[in-house]
């Protein structure tokens, strides 16, 4: 039986510990490779040979949205498995879109990271029936939910932290940007959101649920 060689980027240390030790008592799988920063995931993919990836999103440096397309260029043959602690509805269909294989929520069963990590690294997406809806609702209707759901990933980022209340300072430091690239993405949102503030960016986001 072939062995699939699983790669993890998460940058808390028991998170990472604690899936190596499940993932490798499981038959047919071994960790290969671990990272702690979205730049670190880049470099394992390209130093080591791995079948799938678990990337969570926040992560310091670059993220783990920064880093999806990167792997994905440099590594176009694996399976990118998105772990966040993010709910489905945040992230997962613009990441999808980005070149992810799948997206499961860290409060998932470990069970089904394994079922995941199979279905991936035989070259199909995982898609739980949560971004099954999702996805199914926006091909129905390309803008059921309203403009937010045509954001990329990196501006859906941007929103939400302003959304909670984020001041541009702090989402450049978080997200290890420059304060200019965070003013052109918030100017970019109010227009594509139309809104006027950042009480109108947290109005939008409780309005539709966006904010936990």
């Given at each position: ?12 240390p028991i ?7 499940y ?11 671990e ?11 390209r ?7 678990l990337?969570d999103?926040d ?12 792997i ?15 709910p ?10 980005n070149?992810?294989s799948?997206y ?12 995941a990590?199979r ?5 199909a ?25 045509q ?28 304060a200019?690239t ?16 950042n ?14």
């Open positions: 039986m072939r062995v699939i060689r699983v790669g993890i980027a998460d940058d808390h998170t990472r510990t604690a899936l190596r030790c993932l490798d008592e499981q038959d047919g799988i071994r960790v290969v490779a990272a702690s920063s979205g730049r670190e995931a880049i470099d394992l993919v130093t080591h040979a791995v079948d799938v990836l990337l999103l992560m310091p440096g670059q993220s783990g949205i920064d880093a999806l397309s990167m994905k260029a440099k590594a176009e043959s694996v399976g990118v498995l998105v772990l966040s602690g993010y489905e509805h945040q992230y997962a269909v613009p990441l999808i879109r070149g992810a799948g499961l929520n860290k409060a998932c069963e470990p069970s089904e990271i394994t079922t990590i279905r991936v690294a035989g070259g997406r995982y898609i739980t029936p949560v971004v099954a809806e999702l996805l199914a609702t926006q091909m129905v209707s390309p803008t059921p939910g309203g403009p937010h759901e954001l990329s990933a990196r501006e859906l980022q941007v929103f939400l932290k302003l959304a909670q209340g984020c001041t541009a300072g702090e989402v450049a430091a978080e997200l290890s940007l420059s200019k965070v003013s052109t993405y918030r100017a970019r949102l109010m227009r594509k959101l139309q809104a006027h503030s009480s109108d960016l947290t109005y939008y986001a409780l309005k539709h649920r966006l904010l936990d």
